[in-house]
């Protein structure tokens, strides 16, 4: 059963990775897929911490936390149960690789960064931040589910994901932003009570 998944989902990995390749994509998904995009998001981050509401305020400290606690959950506790290696290192490493569709990895190129690839933090991250997104601004979810969708495609298309491995990312970001908006909801919610009865 499980090999049988897995030959799948090496199919799928091929599918999209060659079969949609296109001169526009080459350039733009290793741009979306970008290692430290984090950097000038963060600057955003930062200026609307300072040039804001308090609503605003709060909603992206929840963001950051989020995102903080994702990014270090699956790094730290479930890639380390998992021995995965990446499909390939880079979009050049595949393009090396492109005139072939078989499904055995071992004929595909030997990867010299073999680091886990199961499951993608980058699809952790955007499916979190989406969540959060989309639960405090519903009108723009079809502008955020896109952008999530994009980068986790991004990680198929240039070769370090396995599509599972960006599923199995994406439904750890969904649970785990899932459970912080619990939490600040209900924290919310007992806020207002206190408020109402006095303060007791």
């Known amino acids: 059963m499980l090999d049988s998944l897995l030959k799948i989902d090496r199919i799928l990995f091929y599918a999209i990775n060659q079969g949609t390749r296109n001169a526009v994509f080459d350039w733009l998904m290793p741009?979306?897929?970008?290692?430290?995009?984090?950097?000038?998001?963060?600057?955003?981050?930062?200026?609307?911490l300072v040039r804001s509401t308090w609503r605003t305020r709060w909603i992206l400290i929840i963001l950051i936390l989020v995102f903080v606690t994702g990014d270090a959950f699956n790094s730290r506790v479930l890639k380390p149960l998992f021995t995965r290696p990446r499909p390939y290192s880079s979009?050049?490493?595949?393009?090396?690789?492109k005139n072939h569709w078989e499904v055995t990895p071992e004929l595909k190129p030997?990867?010299?960064?073999?680091?886990?690839?199961?499951?993608?933090?980058?699809?952790?991250?955007?499916?979190?931040s989406a969540t959060?997104?989309?639960?405090?601004?519903?009108?723009?979810?079809?502008?955020?589910?896109?952008?999530a969708a994009l980068i986790c495609y991004s990680r198929v298309y240039i070769g370090v994901h396995y599509p599972f491995d960006v599923l199995a990312g994406v439904l750890v970001g969904l649970f785990l932003?899932?459970?912080?908006?619990?939490v600040q909801a209900l924290i919310r919610r007992r806020v207002q009570v206190r408020f109402f009865n006095g303060g007791k």
């Open 177 to 182: 932003a899932g459970s912080v908006l619990v």
């Open 110 to 128: 030997k990867n010299p960064n073999p680091t886990s690839s199961f499951p993608s933090t980058h699809a952790v991250n955007a499916a979190s």
């Open 91 to 97: 979009l050049t490493q595949v393009h090396l690789h």
């Open 31 to 48: 741009a979306v897929s970008w290692q430290y995009l984090w950097v000038p998001l963060s600057l955003i981050v930062l200026i609307f």
């Open 132 to 147: 959060v997104l989309i639960c405090f601004y519903p009108r723009f979810w079809p502008l955020m589910a896109f952008l």
